[in-house]
């Protein structure tokens, strides 16, 4: 199943995807607060952070994220 990956506080952009052993560099940088994230695949991201604090991370489907599909990233 497909997750859409949801930010807080601030936006990111793709730098590339990797599946099934294979990584692809992003044609396009857009800003985004969220990005589908297909079964298997993993993202690497890059973001700036202005503030320091903790910001949550989750998946934006609402059963996924209850299931524990969520976390924090604290910026210092």
């Known amino acids: 199943m497909n997750h859409p990956f949801h930010l807080h ?7 590339e995807r990797e599946s099934d052993g294979v990584t692809t560099a992003e044609p396009f940088r857009a800003w985004r ?3 589908n994230v297909k079964p298997g695949q993993t993202m690497q991201i890059a973001t700036m952070q202005s503030m320091s604090g903790e910001r949550m991370f989750h998946c934006h489907i ?3 994220e209850v299931l524990g ?8």
């Open 62 to 64: 609402i059963e996924h």
């Open 9 to 15: 506080g601030t936006q990111f952009q793709v730098v």
């Open 69 to 76: 599909m969520m976390g924090a990233l604290k910026v210092i």
């Open 33 to 35: 607060d969220v990005v």
